[in-house]
Each structure stands twice: as structure tokens, then as C-alpha cells.
């Protein structure tokens, strides 16, 4: 059984450029989450989707960041015209969302460099 | 809100001698915990939980934790080092929507 992948594992943009980081959850798994890791920090949650539905964004920046995860294909995480605060390790997790199984599976991560 | 404080960012400890990480949390509600372990470049791990019942937590590679609602504790611990527990360790509590809540992490080092 496949875990959690996420690509690119690491991704390079110019300051003002869109970045689009993809997550597939594991098999099964119908709750994803996204987390933003800076340096010397621990991660900090972003925002928690369910399939075509956005169930908790609270912890995304107001401008300039989106996250999805369509009825088919990958959970995305835009970021439009990124900037250097912007470099950070952004970690994708799974869980089934079931009641009893809470555990969430961690991605290896995309680590974003803002040139 | 729920939040994790895990002190000392660096921790050194001898190959062979026991490993002690300390957690502390707050939660409004029964809190679900949980220790992670990230290795260099990697993703994190769960190394183990507590949701409810037994609260002695085992989990993988050696490492245990126990739960006590008294201290609003959950500290990590392994009687003895190994070079391959080099890594970084996160605390978290789970919050409203699922929401974890991460401490800012203790860098082991093994010591030959």
C-alpha cells in the first residue's frame, strides 16, 4: 500500500512565479490535510480538505494561497506570485476519516526555495 | 486553542544511555497525542499515541510515552540510544477539525 506522495519533492520559483504542489493521499483515504514547515519551526497547520470540499482554512494565508482536492486526482496547493517568505518544507497528510482512526500520514514533503 | 511546548531544541545523548523528550500541552478537551519523528529530508513518522485507555503509550523503535493528565504531560521516552534515533521529534496534540498542533521539535544527537 502506497503512502502519501507528494511531487515535486523540491520546487524552485522566482519571486512572482506560481508554485502548484500536488499530494495523493494514501489508498483509502478521503481527508487530507496541508502543513508549511519554516526553518527552525515546527509545522504549522494550513488548511483541511475533504473531497471537493474545503472543511478548514484557517490556517492559510488571506492572499494568494489556494488548496483543492478535486473529485478526481491530486489535492493542489497553490501559491501565486510567490515570495522569499514563502521558502518552507509544505508537508501533505492523510487520514481515512473514520471515527477511531485519527492517525495522520505524513508525505515526504515539497520543499520550496524562492529565489 | 490547543498548543504543545517542547523545550530544548537540541538534545545530546550517549549511545546506550536513555533518551527523555519532554511535552507539554494544553488542550480544552480530552486530548489526542501523538510523538512523530522526521529524519533528514524525510516526512514524519508516527512513532506513537494516545487517544484513550492504557496510559502508557508503546510504539515503534523502543520508544514509549506516557500520558499524565495531571502534569498536562506526554514525554517521550527510550532506555537506551541508538546512533540510528539521530533524528528530529515532534510532539502534537489534535485539535477542532483535526487540526494537530506541533511543538518546535527536539534535535537528537547520538553520542558514540
Known amino acids: 500500500n502506497a503512502g502519501v506522495m507528494q511531487n515535486p519533492r523540491h520546487l524552485v520559483r522566482r519571486r512572482g512565479q506560481e508554485a502548484r504542489l500536488r499530494c495523493s493521499p494514501m489508498k483509502g483515504h478521503s481527508h487530507v490535510y496541508w502543513y508549511r514547515q519554516l526553518p527552525e519551526e515546527g509545522l504549522k497547520f494550513m488548511v483541511y480538505l475533504q473531497k471537493e470540499n474545503i472543511i478548514d482554512e484557517s490556517g492559510m494565508p488571506k492572499e494568494r494561497f489556494s488548496a483543492e482536492f478535486p473529485k478526481e486526482g491530486p489535492s493542489i496547493l497553490r501559491i501565486q506570485q510567490v515570495v522569499r517568505g514563502d521558502s518552507a518544507a509544505y508537508f501533505c497528510?492523510?487520514?481515512?476519516?473514520?471515527?477511531?482512526?485519527?492517525?495522520?500520514?505524513f508525505g515526504p514533503g515539497t520543499r520550496l526555495l524562492v529565489l | 486553542a490547543q498548543s504543545v511546548t517542547q523545550l530544548g531544541s537540541h538534545v545530546s545523548v550517549s549511545e546506550g544511555a536513555l533518551v527523555l523528550l519532554r511535552c507539554n500541552y494544553s488542550s480544552s478537551v480530552p486530548p489526542y497525542l501523538f510523538w512523530y519523528v522526521q529524519y533528514p529530508n524525510q516526512g514524519l513518522q508516527l512513532l506513537l499515541k494516545?487517544?484513550?485507555?492504557?496510559?502508557l503509550v508503546k510504539g515503534i523503535n523502543g520508544f514509549e510515552a506516557e500520558f499524565k493528565k495531571s502534569e498536562t504531560s506526554f514525554h517521550l521516552t527510550k532506555p537506551s540510544a541508538h546512533m540510528s534515533d539521530a533524528a528530529e521529534y515532534f510532539c502534537?496534540?489534535?485539535?477542532?477539525?483535526?487540526?494537530?498542533?506541533f511543538g518546535k521539535g527536539n534535535q537528537v544527537v547520538v553520542i558514540p
Open positions: 497528510a492523510s487520514s481515512p476519516g473514520l471515527a477511531g482512526e485519527e492517525t495522520q500520514y
Open positions: 502534537a496534540v489534535m485539535g477542532g477539525n483535526n487540526r494537530l498542533a
Open positions: 494516545y487517544t484513550t485507555g492504557a496510559t
